[in-house]
């Protein structure tokens, strides 16, 4: 079993906290030439990584199945004042849903500023991190491959509740939905829905 880290955006984060989210998408860097794979070939799976560079395996695959992604989000560490003016221990503070942890260790002093700090992902360190996510099963395929329940899978919230009854002229489906949220979250240029990007699919459980 290994340990790697994965960096999440915030809804993503909110979607997993709310045991709403068991895939995940990226886009795979660098895209696969026509030249490069036959898209038989590819969609193949396994077979053609046995071909792949494993500078390549490493961009295609979040790991094995009973690996372990500690997730990786914008976080902050702020302090407060104790009773008499005290000091104490900063608290950790995370953006996406706002919740704060207490961590009774020396090393959280070496983040604290004077004023509140957001910091990126990639300064995560491993002890901060709140999600443990285990592989259940990784893929390489397009974007516009992802069925109804992937869709689902992702975290996509696609009813319009009126009451406590759903109104069919207005229901659409997750997968409907899901390019709306895939373009709107997007950050790498030029692999937008329309474009069709080759993504990595990662299906995970998480570890509470």
Wanted: aromatic residues 10%; hydrophobic residues 35%; charged residues 25%.
């Amino acid at each position: 079993m290994k340990r790697r880290a994965i960096n999440l955006r915030e809804h993503e984060v909110c979607s997993i906290l709310e045991d709403r989210m068991t895939q995940i998408r990226r886009v795979l860097n660098p895209q696969p030439s026509p030249n490069q794979w036959d898209v038989m070939t590819w969609r193949q799976g396994n077979q053609v990584m046995e071909h792949l560079s494993p500078l390549q395996m490493s961009l295609c695959s979040y790991g094995q199945p009973g690996d372990v992604l500690w997730a990786r989000e914008v976080w902050a560490v702020f302090q407060l004042d104790g009773i008499g003016g005290t000091k104490e221990y900063p608290n950790v503070l995370y953006k996406a849903n706002s919740s704060t942890r207490l961590f009774i260790n020396e090393k959280v002093w070496k983040y604290n500023t004077p004023t509140l700090k957001w910091r990126s992902p990639a300064q995560m360190p491993a002890w901060v991190s709140r999600i443990k996510l285990e592989v259940v099963n990784t893929r390489i395929e397009r974007l516009q491959d992802i069925t109804e329940e992937d869709a689902r899978a992702s975290g996509i919230v696609w009813k319009r509740d009126k009451g406590d009854e759903i109104d069919p002229r207005t229901e659409r489906s997750a997968r409907d939905v899901f390019p709306i949220t895939w373009n709107a979250h997007i950050t790498e240029t030029g692999h937008s829905w329309n474009s069709n990007p080759w993504v990595r699919v990662g299906e995970f459980k998480r570890l509470k």
